[in-house]
């Protein structure tokens, strides 16, 4: 059973009541947005609309998400920091179990099978954690705007794609002034 228990929009969280699960698996089709704070990474420009498409699967006291995600927003271009527009579409599966309560001076041992799996507390499923989970395994390192983008100015700080932002003359690396001399010349084979 999906419900929200916030108001659709901004911030909204969507759950899938597991506890009222059946045997059948329960498809879902949400669109969420996802704010640049929750991603904690400073290339997210503005909240990151994402669609889920999939279903929930019960296996005992285990349950497998899996589905289709899609993500589009702006993301901050690595050499120049404007906002360039970013999109992902991408299959996910997501196995989940019921974290059972073990007593508090106990330690949790965990099987190898129970690396690969995500403990939730509760009886909820939480498809906004999903769904900013799935765009954090998808945001690239480094996101670029144009292949051609000349970055920002290292002495003025000013966007060189802009026609005139920088006046700056171009350094040259003191490694190769003895190289400059020879520029002119011809060589002798």
């Keep these: 059973m999906l419900y929200s228990p916030f108001p659709a929009g901004r911030g909204a969280r969507v759950r899938v009541n597991l506890s009222k699960l059946e ?31 999939g279903e929930v699967r019960p296996h005992g006291d285990r349950f497998t998400v899996s589905g289709r995600c899609r993500a589009e927003a702006p993301l901050a271009c690595s050499r120049c920091l404007e906002p360039a527009p970013w999109m992902v579409e991408e299959d996910f599966t997501v196995d989940y179990r019921l974290a059972a309560s073990p007593p508090l001076d106990a330690e949790l041992g965990l099987e190898e099978d129970d690396l690969d799996l995500v403990f939730i507390d509760g009886d909820e499923l939480d498809l906004s954690e999903l769904a900013a989970e799935q765009v954090l395994l998808a945001l690239p390192m480094r996101h670029i705007c144009d292949e051609g983008c000349a970055g920002l100015c290292p002495r003025c700080g000013a966007n060189r794609n802009r026609e005139g932002a920088c006046s700056c003359k171009p350094e040259v690396d003191p490694r190769w002034r003895a190289l400059a001399d020879l520029a002119g010349t011809e060589q002798d084979s």
């Design 23 to 53: 045997e059948e698996p329960l498809r879902f089709h949400k669109v969420l947005s996802v704010d640049p704070e929750r991603l904690d990474i400073e290339s997210v420009t503005a909240p990151v609309t994402v669609r889920l498409d």
